[in-house]
C-alpha cells in the first residue's frame, strides 16, 4: 500500500494505492494544474484512479473535483448532506470557533470568494454508516464523521491511516501543530466524530491543511 500527497491549491489530496487507487478530496479552485504535475511526477495514470473521495465540500476542497472526474473518469463519492453543495458549486465556507479562527475566517472569506467552483455531479452517496472501499480496491472503509461540517467523511484504512480532511488541521496559519480544526459547524459532534475513530484504532492522522502526524498528538485535546 502506498499513501502519496499532492498539494492542489491549499488542500492536500492524497493518492492512495493498493490493489485499486482512490484520491482523497478534490483540491482549491483554479489549482488543476497542481493536481496534473502531481500525478505526473507520481506516474500514475489518471483513469487507473477508481474514485475520488470528497471528505467534505467546503470550497476548497471541491474546487477541482469536476476537473479531476472528466480527466479520470473516476466515481466522485460524498456524503448525501453535502450532494446539493457539489452539484452547484455553491461557495461554503464553516464559522470560526476559536478568536484566531474568527479573524482568520473573516480574512479567508473575503480572499476565498472571489473564486469560481465548478458544480460536479455526485456518483456516490455516503449515509451514516460505514461503507467498505473494497470494490475500489482499497482495504478500508469511509466513515461519517460530522463535525466539522454537517456531511464530513473519513477514508480509514485497515493500516490505521486516517485521513481526515478538517478534522485536525496542522498547518499555519491555521495552526502551529497538530491541533483540532479552528472552524467547525459543530465542536461537539466534531469531539464524538474523533472518539468514533480513535475507538476504530487509528494510528496516523492525514489531514487536509498541514503535515501527517501520530494521531497521540491530538488525543489530549479531545
Ligand atoms: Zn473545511
Ligand atoms: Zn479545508
Redesign the pocket.
Known sequence: MQIETIKVGVDNCYLVQDEGLILIDGGSPGAFRDFCKGIQRIGVNPKEIGAVVIT?C?W??IGCAKAIKDCTEAKIIVHINEKNILEEGRYLM?PGVTTWGKILGYLFEKWSQKFEIGPCEADILIGDNNQSLSDFGINGKIVFTPG??FGSISVVLDSGDAFV??MAMNSIPMTIKPSL?I?AEDILTLNKSWKKLIDMGIKTVHP?HGKSFPVEKLLASI
Open positions: 467534505h467546503h476548497d476542497h464553516p466539522h461540517s480532511g478538517d480544526p472552524f487536509a
